[in-house]
């Protein structure tokens, strides 16, 4: 794994130099965010398996939780955002539904909005799904984000358990 820091912050140094159009940048951000989607998988199955063999840190796993959030969200929002931009270029319309003016059209920032959006709220109001699999993932999304608060909540309800006694 130390390997892999230098490598990615040589590829992320490269795409703040390299102009917003170039296939290669393209090409370097998808891989590096791909990367990050199958680090946050194993992370999440990860922390669902602290379930079944409890740390002896008791504060280590919400601040795992905690931080493993913000990671989660921004991967769901490169998703959203991914998918939704290969869908436009095969079929012409979009793939996810935003409640904006007709004028505007949803740029990167939206869809990570959108996904933020999902930590506050029960629903995404003015997000929805045009497809069946953009459906699908915001049912995932929305899986493992009551996933994520169920497993912070019984860490914080086991921590406050045990420094009562």
Do not use: E
């Not at 409640?99 to 059209?105: F, I, K, P, Q, T």
């Amino acid at each position: 794994m130390p390997v892999l820091l230098p490598v990615m912050l040589a590829a992320l140094m490269y795409c703040m130099v390299t102009p917003s159009k170039s296939r290669w940048r393209r090409i370097l951000i998808d891989a590096l965010a791909v990367f990050g989607v199958f680090k946050i998988l194993v992370m999440f199955l990860l922390l669902n398996f602290l379930i079944f063999f409890p740390p002896s840190d008791r504060v280590m796993p919400i601040l795992q939780l905690l931080l493993f959030l913000p990671s989660l969200l921004l991967i769901w929002g490169w998703i959203y955002w991914r998918m939704d931009i290969r869908y436009i270029a095969r079929n012409g319309k979009r793939m996810f539904l935003f409640r904006m003016s007709a004028d505007d059209s949803p740029g990167p920032y939206d869809y990570v909005l959108a996904s933020f959006t999902s930590l506050i709220s029960s629903t995404l109001g003015g997000f929805t799904g045009d497809t069946r699999t953009a459906r699908t993932l915001i049912l995932l999304h929305g899986l493992m984000m009551w996933d994520i608060m169920g497993l912070s909540l019984s860490r914080a309800i086991s921590l406050v358990a045990f420094s009562s006694k």
